[in-house]
């Protein structure tokens, strides 16, 4: 079947720190690969997407990279802000504008 | 241009009760989905329509669910009989064919006592 896996949290990290949050995935095709974002209250938004392997997705100073060979899209920032904090979902979609399934979510906490 | 929204954003009701949510997608987007987040998980697919077509139904989408898109504009998604285990964050997106990314509304919180 289809499914992604993020790497658990909560990641605490300090303001200006690097960023990385794994995610890999498993698909019977050639996905698509999507980050959303869901701040506190708020709801779920587009961060950046990949749609073919080696494209790299980027957003607001994030970026991940569509890796076929190793089944993974992890998604990093090279300075995070505490306004980074949210929780963020790595997810596939298999043919266009179909259905999403999406990874556990891995919540970010940025302390100033 | 206005976002998905939702109705309601929270629902509180007893176990066995019938509920009903509506969804108003981004006008002009033919695509309408539907997912269930419970806590601590990522949203579950449950019903996506093109137009008023139902195309996919998820297996989670048990027969006390029923979802309609009728004039292929807003959607209801109703539980019947609620249990417990329906507590949940219920969200719905919409998109185009063209698109390949989803617009989420804000999601209706369901608390099932």
């Known amino acids: 079947g289809n499914s992604v896996t993020q790497m658990e949290g909560p990641v605490t990290l300090s303001e200006e720190a690097f960023l990385t949050i794994n995610c890999t995935y498993t698909?019977?095709?050639?996905?698509?690969l999507f980050w959303y974002v869901q701040y506190p209250g708020e709801g779920l938004q587009l961060l950046l997407k990949a749609t073919k392997a080696d494209d790299k997705g980027s957003n607001k100073g994030f970026e991940a990279t569509y890796r076929k060979e190793t089944t993974s899209f992890h998604l990093e920032k090279g300075s995070v802000q505490v306004s980074d904090s949210a929780v963020y979902f790595c997810?596939?979609?298999?043919?266009?504008?179909?259905?999403?399934?999406f990874g556990a979510g891995t919540i970010l906490r940025v302390k100033s | 241009d206005t976002g998905v929204s939702q109705d309601p954003r929270h629902k509180i009701t007893k176990r066995g009760q019938n509920v009903t949510f509506r969804c108003d997608p981004i006008s002009e987007h033919n695509r309408l989905y539907w997912y269930r987040q419970t806590l601590g998980q990522g949203p579950e697919f449950l019903t996506y329509f093109q137009n008023e077509a139902q195309l996919e139904k998820s297996r989670l989408l048990s027969d006390r669910f029923s979802a309609e898109r009728p004039k292929g504009s807003f959607s209801t998604l109703e539980i019947q009989r609620t249990e417990q285990g329906d507590s949940a964050m219920y969200l719905c997106a919409s998109s185009t064919n063209r698109l390949n990314e989803q617009f989420f509304g804000p999601g209706t919180r369901l608390t099932v006592l």
């Open positions: 698909a019977t095709g050639y996905p698509s």
């Open positions: 997810a596939l979609n298999l043919g266009y504008g179909n259905k999403l399934v």
